[in-house]
């Protein structure tokens, strides 16, 4: 029960994150724990059921996680190349 509340927590913390804060850092930061907190509860679950197929889908998530945040730092140095900032706020200059 107490790794239900604790992933809980951390969930509502990302979420918070994601929605309030204004630095794309931050945001990304927000999402992994999010990420985080549903892998913790899934390998809490897994164990729980005594089935290893929830801690195997965990290491494709963070896999995948990986990559997303690779993919998303680049896009992050190239956007602070050209713009100078990591601001939110600041992407609304850029023109399609």
Known sequence: MHYIILCLILFSMG???VLYRRNILIIFMSI???????????VYFSALHNDQSGQVFVFFIMAVAAAEITIGLA??????RHIGSIKIDSLKNLKW
């Open 32 to 42: 992994e724990l999010m990420l985080n907190s549903v892998n913790l509860l899934m």
């Open 15 to 17: 979420a918070f994150g």
């Open 75 to 80: 896009i992050l140095v190239m956007i602070f």
